[in-house]
């Protein structure tokens, strides 16, 4: 079972940027779909991007133009930099991964592992 570790949470002014990093265990990582999810408080777990093994990015239309996907298969790693960042973005943010590599993105159905999260709190 791959394991998944989110970091890089924490507090920043409106406005501000922050970089959530998601660590895997596995070296097979490179084949995996990630998806970035975010649960604020009394809401549902909502689609933040994704990015396919290809490369290929996915953004939810809150977040488009704002945030960015990239991924490091060297460091068995991918990245969300968030800028301009809004309160209505604190929320707990997760990395999952679709190991088979085939499943569409969006969906929390189509991630079989998940991170256990991290604290993301913007101030206004």
């Known amino acids: 079972q791959v394991q998944l570790v989110e970091s890089g949470g924490g507090l920043v002014q409106a406005g501000g940027s922050l970089r959530l990093s998601c660590a895997a265990s596995e070296r097979t990582f490179s084949r995996y779909n990630i998806g970035w999810f975010r649960q604020a408080p009394g809401k549902e777990r909502d689609f933040v991007g994704d990015i396919r093994w290809s490369g290929t990015t996915t953004y939810a239309d809150s977040v488009k133009g704002r945030f960015t996907i990239s991924r490091d298969n060297a460091k068995n790693s991918v990245y969300l930099q968030m800028n301009s960042l809004k309160p209505e973005d604190t929320a707990v943010y997760y990395c999952?991964?679709?190991?088979?590599?085939?499943?569409?993105?969006?969906?929390?159905?189509?991630?079989?592992?998940w991170g256990q999260g991290t604290q993301v709190n913007v101030s206004s």
């Open positions: 999952a991964a679709d190991r088979s590599g085939i499943m569409s993105p969006g969906t929390r159905r189509s991630y079989d592992a």
